[in-house]
Structure formats: structure tokens, C-alpha cells
């Protein structure tokens, strides 16, 4: 009895303990896990609704997709038609300009062709009639005659008007004109009593003045100032020239520094022509004055015939002592001797921008203006007989006014007739610039 009451009381004790520890957490639990079951059977039932709803959104939405579908099939039906509407019609207009360019486009080739038919045409009738003309000229008495027809129409023709001028006065303004008119009359006045030596030594003078202006720009500057008094500048060529130089060449530079000159080029070269007309001057004096031409001539022709060696010894900007060794290598084989070897050394040695050959004309031109004369510079085709050249002489001199020297230089290529430069004219009555004026002048 004992034993059973010990286990009711035990079983009492763990009820109690069971009831007091154990039995409410185990009810809050429980009222926890019905909580939460009933929150997601509430959270079910939100989302079954919310599925709901957006089913009814999605099948909504999918109407309106389906209207919208509709209406942007409708509007791009509308929209394709109206494009291809005005594609149709850009098409019109497009074949149109299409068309009325190819025609222009025809027209222009039709004419371009037509121009190239022209040309090629006369191109071809113009080197015919050259061909013509060569072999009607290879005869040498049609070539002949082509230089009487010339010398015709040459004396058909009125007395010129032109003013002859050589090469040291064409290049000066009015005022240089003038200053070197007044340096020649010194001159004149002061060699009137002076030998080949004197003037030889005048000329060497007179080019080593023109050698220091050149290197001394400062002081050609400083004498071609315009100034009312020149006795300043006198005063100053004497000082520097004073017992260096000749009576005669300090003469002639005080006159050089009195007058008034354009620019100070134009100093060096009226100095530099009184140079040249010493050494002609000595020449007249030993009566050498047509060989002078004549060896000048022949050596301008060598320049002519070799324009390298006219580019080198008109390079300027080389020493000059290379261009004159040059110079002196060429004259020991081309026969010119003496005063004219002179010359062209002093003109080599003065270049400064003029080229060599054309200096050399200058000098042709200074040597026969001493005698009074013009030259002429003919080009022919062949060598004139003396009859022709004779009747030239005479045309020419009748037509200038003054006495003319003829200088002829012969080019086959001419093929007939002359071409004549008298100083700044030119009369052109050569075959061969009358076919390419025909040339020039063919229809476009």
C-alpha cells in the first residue's frame, strides 16, 4: 500500500512538474504553430486572390495587346501603302531626271565628240600640210623663194615707230638714262687722248669699281641717293678711290656719284657699260672692231648651242673665279682672243641675275650701236645667199631708220621664211610659227 502510494504521490510530482514546466511551452507552441498556420492559410488565400486578379490583368492585358495589335497592323497597312504610293511617284519624278540627264548627258558626248573630230581632224590636216611643207621646202630653191615672199611683205611695211635700244639703256628708267648719257659724254671727253694700254687699264679699272659696289651694296646704296648736293658723295669717291685708280677712272666715277640714278643696280650698271665701251673704244682704236663682233657673235652661238654651259657660267652664286677659269677653258677653243676674251671675262665677272647668253647679245648690240648701227637678230632655216641678205640689210635699214647689222642664226626647224628681232620687235614670218598658229587657232 505503501509502494502504491509512493508511485501516486511520484506520479503526482511529474504531473505537476509535466503541468507547470512542460505543458505551457508546449501551448505556446502549439499557439504558435496555429498561428502560423492560419497566417499562411490567410497568406494563401491573399495570393490565390492576387493570382486570381492578375489573371483576369493578364487576359485583360492580352486584350488590349490584341486591339493594339490590331490597330498598329491597321496603321502599318495604311503606312506601307502610303510609302509605296510615294515611292512609286519619287520613281516618276527620279526616271524623269534620269532621263533628261542621260539626254543631256548625249548631248555633251555627241558635242565632245564632235570637238574631237574637229581637232583630230585639223590636227591631222595641219600635220599633213607640215608634212606637205617639209617636202616642198627640202628643195632648197622653194626654201629660198619661201625668204623672198618674206622679204616682200618686209618691204611692204611702213617705217617702224620703235625706239632702238641696246641692252645697257633697255633695262634703265628715264633718270639712269640721263645719268649714264652724262657719264658717256665724260667719258668721251676724258679718253680722247688715251692709247690701247690706257684704255685697256680704264676697262680694268672701271670693272674693279663695278666688282666693289657689288660687294659693297651699302655704298651703292649711299651714291644713288637723290640728293641736291652730290658733293658729299664725291668727296666720298675720292677718298676711297684717290691714288688707287687713274685720272680718267676717278673722273668718270665723280661723274657716276653727281648724277641722279633710279635705283643703285642701275649705278653698277652704267658703270659697268662705260667699262664695255673702253675696251670697244680700244678695239676701234687697233681696228678690231669687226672681228670683236664677229668673235662675240660666234660665241654667242656656242652659248646657244650648249645652254649648259650658259647656266653654269650665269650661276652667280658661285665664286666668280671658277666661272671665269670656266670662261678662259672655252675661249682657248672657240677662237676668241683679245678684247673680245676681255669682254666677256669682265661681263662673267659682273653677272649678277642676267644670264650669260643674253649678256652676251648685250655685247653684240653695244659693239655694233658704236658704229652707229642696229643689230638684227635673224633666224632662217638655211644660210641666206648674199643677194637675200644684202636685200635685208637694206629692207630693215629702210624700214628702223638706221643703219642695220645682221646677225643670222640658222634653224632647220624654221622650215622656211625669217624671224627678225630688232631690240624689243619681233617679226615673225617663219613657216614654222605659221603652222602652229594654224595649230592654235583650230575650232574647239
Do not use: C
Request: proline residues 3%; aromatic residues 2%.
Amino acid at each position: 500500500m505503501s509502494t502504491f502510494i509512493g508511485q501516486l504521490i511520484g506520479f503526482a510530482v511529474i504531473a505537476w512538474i509535466i503541468w507547470r514546466y512542460v505543458a505551457p511551452p508546449v501551448r505556446t507552441l502549439m499557439q504558435k504553430q496555429q498561428d502560423a498556420v492560419r497566417t499562411a492559410l490567410a497568406e494563401s488565400a491573399e495570393a490565390a486572390k492576387k493570382l486570381t486578379e492578375a489573371d483576369a490583368e493578364h487576359a485583360k492585358a492580352l486584350e488590349n495587346a490584341k486591339v493594339e495589335s490590331a490597330k498598329v497592323t491597321d496603321e502599318a497597312k495604311h503606312d506601307s501603302e502610303r510609302i509605296a504610293a510615294q515611292l512609286a511617284e519619287q520613281a516618276g519624278v527620279d526616271a524623269e531626271r534620269i532621263k533628261a540627264q542621260g539626254v543631256q548627258q548625249v548631248q555633251l558626248m555627241r558635242q565632245q565628240l564632235i570637238r574631237q573630230l574637229r581637232q583630230g581632224l585639223g590636227d591631222e590636216a595641219v600635220q599633213k600640210a607640215a608634212g606637205l611643207v617639209r617636202g616642198h621646202v627640202a628643195d632648197p630653191a622653194a626654201q629660198a623663194a619661201t625668204v623672198d615672199r618674206f622679204l616682200d611683205e618686209l618691204e611692204q611695211m611702213a617705217p617702224s615707230e620703235a625706239v632702238i635700244e641696246t641692252g645697257a639703256t633697255a633695262r634703265l628708267r628715264a633718270a639712269s638714262r640721263e645719268a649714264l648719257a652724262a657719264v658717256v659724254a665724260e667719258f668721251d671727253s676724258v679718253t680722247g687722248g688715251l692709247d690701247a694700254d690706257g684704255l685697256t687699264k680704264l676697262a680694268e679699272e672701271l670693272a674693279s669699281v663695278g666688282k666693289l659696289l657689288i660687294t659693297e651694296p651699302t655704298l651703292a646704296r649711299h651714291l644713288a641717293e637723290p640728293n641736291d648736293d652730290a658733293a658729299p658723295k664725291v668727296h666720298l669717291v675720292e677718298t676711297l678711290l684717290s691714288g688707287k685708280v687713274g685720272d680718267p677712272t676717278l673722273d668718270i666715277v665723280r661723274t657716276v656719284a653727281s648724277q641722279r640714278w633710279s635705283t643703285a643696280s642701275n649705278i653698277v650698271d652704267g658703270i659697268e657699260h662705260t667699262a664695255r665701251v673702253a675696251l670697244l673704244k680700244r678695239a676701234e682704236v687697233a681696228g678690231e672692231v669687226d672681228e670683236v663682233e664677229d668673235q662675240l657673235f660666234r660665241f654667242g652661238r656656242v652659248l646657244d648651242a650648249h645652254p649648259r654651259l650658259a647656266a653654269l657660267l650665269s650661276d652667280y652664286t658661285t665664286p666668280a673665279e671658277g666661272r671665269i677659269a670656266l670662261l678662259n677653258k672655252v675661249i682657248e677653243n672657240s677662237g676668241v682672243s683679245g678684247v673680245a676674251a676681255a669682254l666677256l671675262s669682265q661681263t662673267v665677272e659682273l653677272l649678277r641675275g642676267e644670264r650669260a647668253d643674253e649678256a652676251v647679245i648685250d655685247l653684240v648690240e653695244l659693239a655694233v650701236s658704236r658704229r652707229g648701227e642696229v643689230v638684227a637678230h635673224v633666224t632662217a632655216a638655211s644660210e641666206l645667199a648674199d643677194a637675200q641678205r644684202d636685200r635685208l640689210t637694206e629692207v630693215l635699214t629702210r624700214i628702223y631708220g638706221h643703219p642695220v647689222s645682221v646677225q643670222l642664226h640658222v634653224d632647220p626647224e624654221l622650215l622656211g621664211g625669217l624671224s627678225v628681232a630688232v631690240g624689243d620687235e619681233v617679226i615673225d614670218g617663219s613657216i614654222a610659227s605659221r603652222l602652229a598658229a594654224a595649230q592654235t587657232q583650230l575650232p574647239d
